[in-house]
């Protein structure tokens, strides 16, 4: 199985992140579970692919061609697919990926893990998805998708097809037994005329 991890590009202010970080890569690479990932050497990217490498895992990264410019690429990788721009890179981690994961980070682990959560919702591929809910840091987003499913935006079903974790045990778990629901438009009728 091939995971994808988004996650930050910093470690955040809190060691706590970064032992989540670490804690999740080692545990992939005993569970022969490879690791997706933007292929960049810092922050929680870094210390998880690190982490995984250390432990006799499989890295497989993705960055785009003006960040490895930049020499943010981890140089240690099992593979690293350099690619033209953000879109080929997200393209590229779905194409590897079979289940996603969302770590503590910022505006861009949020556009990485709500492309995904939207694809599976459209049926564009049946691949689960999970936040690992380090230190209650998605608890706000949580509340927000309750209230976005009370307000009528979202079907219950739609809202639980991504789970919040707070240990990657659990996740690992859900992945295992995920069966996609039926794609967003099943049962929607449009206005009459």
């Known amino acids: 199985m091939r995971i994808c991890v988004f996650c930050g590009s910093r470690p955040g202010n809190s060691g706590v992140f970064a032992d989540a970080a670490r804690k999740l890569g080692a545990a992939m690479a005993a569970a022969d579970i490879d690791l997706v990932y933007g292929g960049g050497h810092v922050g929680l990217m870094g210390i998880v692919a690190d982490a995984v490498l250390a432990n006799g895992g499989r890295v497989y990264g993705v960055i785009p061609q003006a960040l490895a410019e930049k020499e943010l690429a981890h140089d240690r990788l099992t593979e690293l697919f350099v690619v033209k721009n953000m879109h080929e890179r997200k393209m590229k981690m779905a194409e590897l990926s079979d289940a996603f994961i969302a770590m503590p980070g910022g505006i861009g682990t949020l556009e990485e893990i709500f492309e995904q ?9 049946d691949k689960p998805s999970a936040f690992l809910n380090v230190g209650g840091y998605y608890d706000p987003l949580r509340q927000m998708i309750s209230g976005m499913t009370e307000a009528g935006f979202l079907t219950a079903e ?5 789970r919040f974790e707070s240990e990657f045990e659990s996740i690992f778990e859900t992945f295992k037994t995920f069966h996609a629901p039926e794609p967003k438009w099943v049962g929607l009728a ?3 005329a």
């Open 117 to 125: 959560w939207t694809w599976l919702q459209l049926s564009i591929h």
């Open 190 to 192: 449009g206005p009459k």
């Open 158 to 162: 739609h809202a639980a097809m991504v």
